[in-house]
């Protein structure tokens, strides 16, 4: 085969055979989804499928009365849609980096625009930032993943997993931060000095406090959700 033939190009990026997990990745950027009954992945995020499957939004009464409120209050940016048949499903997000978990009656938090896919089996939930009240949008309201089976997240670029010990806090950008332990509650901390009230002051003057025995996962981007007003 010669170099840089069609041939060889539809070669090199052609779909891959891998296990038999739900979650494959097919590239660092690029989800491959085994679908046999239903998945929910992020509104937009297919780019591609075979196979005989459905696709519906979310309902808005689906995941109950209290998440809808809390979705109205907090601008929280997770829209989820159904996946429903058998067929592969290619899933993808502005190319960031995707990575799979797989949680095994396990808890983590993960900020909502950050979820790109789940098994129908992981319950979730959004939840309040405890002792966090009111001085910043879109870093209050975040999503509890919990239970057994596959969650994919991103981030963008390669994400940095901090440990989190006791007498050892660890100070995050909030829009840095993309996932944490659930063992954890972060709290609001803030470094107020005279640059920051005069003039163009630095996001760096409010953090989030980790305390406690953990991990929290950071990439390399400071991301804007949500912004107020918006």
Known sequence: MSRYSLNEFLQATSQKEHGQDTFELESPHLLE???????????GAMIGYLGNINFKREGILEHGLENLMKKMVSGEGMSLMKMDGAGRVYLADHGKRIHILNLNNETIFVNGNDILAMEDSIKWDIKLMRRVAGMM????????????????ITTHHEPLALPVKPNMPVFCDPNATVAWSGSLSPELAT??????LFGRGSGESIQLKFQGNGWVLLQPYEEVYFQAGS
């Open 137 to 152: 949008a879109g870093g209050l309201f975040n999503i509890r993943l919990s239970g057994s089976g596959m969650v994919a």
């Open 191 to 196: 470094n107020f000095t005279v640059g920051t």
């Open 33 to 43: 989804v085994k679908l046999n009954g239903r998945v929910w992945a992020k509104v």
